[in-house]
């Protein structure tokens, strides 16, 4: 069942053609939705895409009233979501995307266990400005939580900003999403888990639950502070993090 719906959403994700949720097809429970992502993404490795890290989703109330889910879920990012700061992002690669602002953590010692918040900043190399692209397979961007999962979490792209050192004191920052150099949604850094280094230890519980471990280099995206956007045509869209600074591209 799970290698069956994992093809049908790889599929849907490669061709950029929107299908009905998984769970129409068959019912499936959180930890099935779990295989089902890994297997899809285990067909991307097959073509010859590479693992470069994880990211959260729902970690913030704005992005759990907007979609109206309550749990937080996790993702893998491959080299293919990555599109460069400054350039272009097609939009005929994806059904119906949204932009969302997002602070992004280098990891700088391998993770293959829980850690603790105070040792957290630890496995930080770096943090730097993230743009998340996410794209629904689903039909109208409608999901329940187990079909979200499935879809490994409407990962789509990621575009990222210049690194720095992670010394920067990251629990109040604002955080701005732009279009055309207009603001279209403000929020802080303090609305993801409280705190984004947070992040890091939940990361490390999801992923080492699974089975799995979280390895230097790896990036590691904390989840949007804000709602997400919708992009169209000829925009240029901009996430700015106070302290941090700001990254962006023009949707084509
Ligand atoms: C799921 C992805 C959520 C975030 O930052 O909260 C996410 C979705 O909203 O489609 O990436
Ligand atoms: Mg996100």
């Not at 959180?30 to 295989?35: I, L, P, V």
């Not at 490390?204 to 990036?219: C, F, K, P």
Request: with cysteine; glycine share 8%; aromatic share 6%.
């Amino acid at each position: 069942m799970q290698l069956e719906l994992a093809q049908i959403i790889d599929s849907a994700a490669r061709e950029a053609r929107a299908v009905s949720q998984l769970s129409h097809h068959q019912a499936f429970t959180e930890a099935e939705a779990y295989q089902i992502q890994a297997a899809s993404i285990d067909r991307r490795i097959r073509r010859g895409e590479r693992l470069i890290g994880y990211k959260l989703g729902f970690t913030s109330r704005a992005k759990m009233a907007q979609m109206g889910v309550h749990d937080m879920i996790w993702g893998r990012l491959t080299d293919a979501m990555l599109y460069e700061e400054g350039g272009s992002l097609p939009l005929d690669r994806f059904i119906h995307p949204r932009a969302e602002p997002e602070i992004a953590f280098r990891i700088a010692k391998r993770i293959e266990a829980p850690i603790h918040l105070l040792e957290a900043s630890q496995y930080v190399a770096a943090v730097a400005p993230a743009l998340e692209i996410i794209d629904s397979r689903y039909e109208r961007f409608k999901f329940s939580l187990e079909d979200v999962i499935a879809d490994n979490c409407s990962s789509a792209g990621v575009v990222l900003g210049n690194w720095r050192a992670a010394d920067a004191d990251l629990d109040n920052l604002g955080m701005v999403l732009e279009v055309d150099q207009r603001p279209v949604q403000v929020g802080s850094s303090a609305a993801i888990l409280g705190h984004p280094l947070r992040c890091l230890v939940a990361a490390a519980r999801l992923v080492t639950q699974s089975g799995g471990m979280i390895e230097a280099g790896a990036i590691l995206l904390a989840g949007a502070a804000t709602a997400a956007v919708y992009l169209e045509r000829g925009q240029y869209v901009q996430a700015r993090v106070q302290d941090l600074g700001r990254v962006g591209i023009k949707v084509i």
